[in-house]
């Protein structure tokens, strides 16, 4: 497949993908990474969980989430009932921004197009976004704070919004918003089986969006 194809829609695959983001100079982060993390999880991962960016233990590895907060990760999602190889786990940005800082603009305009085949691809049923970055994708200008732990309709795909689980470490308060969301996935993902989920939402910017879901 040569660079010059923009589509791949009718033979592209993860894998696909993976080899692609591997070997990606799209942008800047490709010239002070050590290995690109493409994701990771089974082709028919009913939850894809999409955070910001790698870190160091990611970088050395070409895995996402295997340090502090991807420990932290395997325990909230052990809390759910959940195993980590039964979802999907990627970044807004597939490479590692240098000290960790926050991925820029453009570096996150660079990734899109790999972050949709893989969302294409996986058709979820539920998307848990962990993180401002990744929540932006779905909810821009939105408040983490306030959209946290709340299902939505997203153009027909159902959108949890989160706290990254780094932020988890280094606030006790953040943590505990995390258990306490975390919990709400069996159960969004028990409603998105059986289509009962919340209508595509339509309400101004300042008002609070109406709990269509009880999940508690």
């Given at each position: 497949m040569t660079a010059q194809?923009?589509?791949?829609?009718?033979?592209?695959?993860?894998?696909?993908?993976?080899t692609e983001v591997r070997g990606c100079v799209r942008c800047a982060l490709s010239q002070t990474r050590t290995q690109a993390?493409?994701?990771?999880?089974?082709?028919?991962?009913?939850?894809?969980?999409?955070?910001?960016?790698?870190g160091l233990n990611e970088d050395r590895?070409?895995?996402?989430?295997?340090g502090a907060a991807g420990q932290f990760l395997d325990e909230l999602l052990a809390q759910a009932g959940l195993q980590r190889s039964a979802v999907f786990i990627t970044n807004v940005v597939?490479?590692?921004?240098?000290?960790?800082?926050?991925?820029?603009?453009g570096e996150i305009a660079a990734c899109a197009g790999y972050l949709d085949r893989q969302i294409a691809l996986l058709q979820p049923k539920l998307i848990v976004t962990l993180g401002r970055f990744s929540m932006a994708k779905y909810f821009p200008g939105e408040s983490i704070s306030r959209?946290?732990?709340?299902?939505?309709?997203?153009?027909?795909?159902?959108?949890?919004?989160?706290?990254?689980?780094?932020?988890?470490?280094?606030r006790p308060e953040t943590r505990t918003a995390l258990m306490q969301d975390f919990k709400?996935?069996?159960?969004?993902?028990?409603?998105?089986?059986k289509q009962q989920v919340p209508p595509p939402e339509k309400q101004p910017e300042d008002e609070p969006p109406p709990q269509q879901m009880t999940l508690f």
């Open positions: 194809e923009p589509q791949h829609a009718h033979n592209d695959s993860l894998e696909s993908v993976a993390v493409p994701g990771e999880g089974p082709a028919d991962a009913e939850i894809l969980f999409i955070g910001e960016g790698p590895t070409g895995r996402p989430f295997v597939k490479c590692r921004p240098p000290e960790n800082r926050d991925p820029e603009p959209i946290h732990g709340k299902l939505r309709n997203v153009g027909g795909q159902l959108v949890l919004p989160m706290f990254h689980p780094a932020a988890g470490l280094r709400q996935i069996p159960l969004a993902l028990a409603a998105a089986r």
